[in-house]
């Protein structure tokens, strides 16, 4: 991108702009953009609307941001909280604050610290979960790692190379949390089904698991276990039926 | 096609013995198209089925051209995106893509003939494809011309396939976008069916 052609975009008080391209674009206040906009910088610190599509190198979310298509970011930090109708696409997207996608989300790394709302898929070469998520559709990614600590999280189903879920270091009982998540405290996996090479679950409840290796620990119920290599049942794992294949 | 068997995943992870993990890869690198995963559900909930004969073709040419080419590049192949390319007349003819004589057709029902972008090509393949095997003759290749060039529009994006009939010895050709059925009389012979990914894929091999 030539960027010396380019103005930069700042909205500090109250007020709209069209889209174009931009070098860079930071709302302060409460900004509205119109139409498609692309940029290397892209900035939300009050709250700022999108009415189309944008493409940006580096952005960040540090309010409330809402945009009315579909995100193409190189790399995306949503840690205030993000409204997405359509898909994000890109390279990398770290969510420490909260996110909800229309569509889908598309890119290679994905890290989830806050919450993520997914309406359908999710495709990545590696997806880490510490937080909490929602995916309505697929979650695919070569490398799953997703930490159990305190809200649930629910995928339709869960498919990849390498899978591990597990619940997080201090998962365990502990009062202050429990009051603090007022009660909501439930570090659980939900799935139809899991598919993949090699799996280790924790804390997981899924109607079908399948893969090569697989490994059921504490805390999950499983209908249906079908294993190529290796099976193993440690703690109080349920396994409704175990198959090999 | 449309009543292609289906497989269901399991047995065709078995059959082809690849792994979950790649089968996934593959999904996301658009080498194995989404509108292939069939759902249905069964006693375990939903298991996932695929068009058997598709299916298998698509993964053994996978298997086959992977040790060349990168995933990346291969996903090109599969895309059936509009690709950049222009090639001269006499290249394309060089290449064995199109045979010299249903070239010499194509440039004289097209005009200029400086440089062919891929959807002259792709219809001079068809053609070239449909006039060597024999099933039509050099009026019904023009015929056949003038609705690929009237349809180009759905070359690229949507899927789309050609079809062409003869009744009582009248050509007749058109091209639709699945799904769909057609019903025909019982005096219409069927020449050929032409998917136009099938052949942007053949043709894209053929370029790489």
């Known amino acids: 991108m030539d960027n010396e052609m380019k103005g930069d975009l700042k909205i500090d008080g109250t007020g709209s702009a069209p889209g174009g391209e931009y070098n860079s674009v930071k709302i302060n206040g409460a900004g509205r953009i119109t139409g498609d906009t692309s940029c290397r910088e892209f900035r939300i610190n009050g709250s700022g609307n999108v009415d189309g599509n944008i493409q940006m190198q580096d952005g960040r979310i540090n309010g409330s941001g809402t945009i009315d298509g579909n995100i193409k970011a190189r790399q995306l930090k949503i840690i205030g909280s993000a409204q997405v109708r359509g898909t994000i696409s890109g390279d990398s997207l770290i969510v420490s604050g909260s996110v909800t996608i229309g569509d889908n989300l598309d890119v290679q790394k994905v890290k989830i610290e806050g919450s993520a709302k997914i309406n359908h898929d999710c495709n990545a070469e590696n997806f880490n979960s510490d937080g909490s998520f929602e995916i309505n559709g697929l979650l695919n990614a070569d490398e799953i790692n997703i930490k159990l600590y305190h809200l649930k999280s629910r995928a339709r189903e869960i498919g990849g190379g390498r899978i591990h879920i597990t619940t997080g270091s201090d998962a365990g009982f502990n009062v202050l949390k429990t009051i603090f998540t007022l009660g909501m405290y439930n570090p659980v996996l939900e799935a139809d089904s899991i598919e993949g090479d090699e799996i280790v679950l924790e804390n997981t409840t899924a109607k079908v698991v399948r893969g090569t290796n697989i490994t059921v620990g504490k805390g999950c119920n499983i209908g249906l276990v079908e294993y190529k290599g290796l099976f193993r049942k440690t703690g109080d794992a349920k396994v409704g039926e175990e198959k090999k294949i | 096609m449309e009543n292609d068997e289906l497989i269901s995943k399991k047995e065709l992870l078995e059959l082809t013995n690849i792994s979950y993990g790649q089968l996934y890869r593959w999904k996301r690198k658009g080498l194995i198209p989404e509108d292939w995963f069939v759902r249905k559900s069964s006693y375990t909930g939903q298991e996932t089925f695929f068009p058997r004969g598709k299916v298998l073709y698509r993964i053994e040419k996978i298997k086959n051209m992977k040790e060349d080419i990168s995933l990346d590049d291969l996903a090109d192949v599969f895309s059936p995106a509009l690709d950049q390319i222009g090639l001269r007349p006499e290249e394309v003819t060089q290449r064995n893509i199109v045979s010299g004589d249903v ?42 011309l003038e609705v690929l060039q009237e349809g180009r ?56």
């Open chain 2, 103 to 144: 070239m010499k057709i194509y440039l004289d029902f097209r005009g200029s003939g400086d440089l062919l972008d891929f959807n002259d090509i792709l219809s001079a393949y068809i053609l070239n494809k449909l006039i060597l095997s024999g099933d039509i003759g050099l009026d019904e290749g023009r015929l056949l």
């Open chain 2, 153 to 208: 529009i759905a070359f690229g994006t949507d899927p789309s396939e050609i079809f062409l009939m003869r009744k009582l010895g009248v050509f007749s050709c058109f091209t639709v976008s699945p799904p769909c059925r057609i019903c025909t009389d019982k005096g219409v012979r069927l020449i050929a069916g032409i998917s136009t990914t099938t052949v942007i894929e053949e043709l894209k091999c053929k370029l790489v």
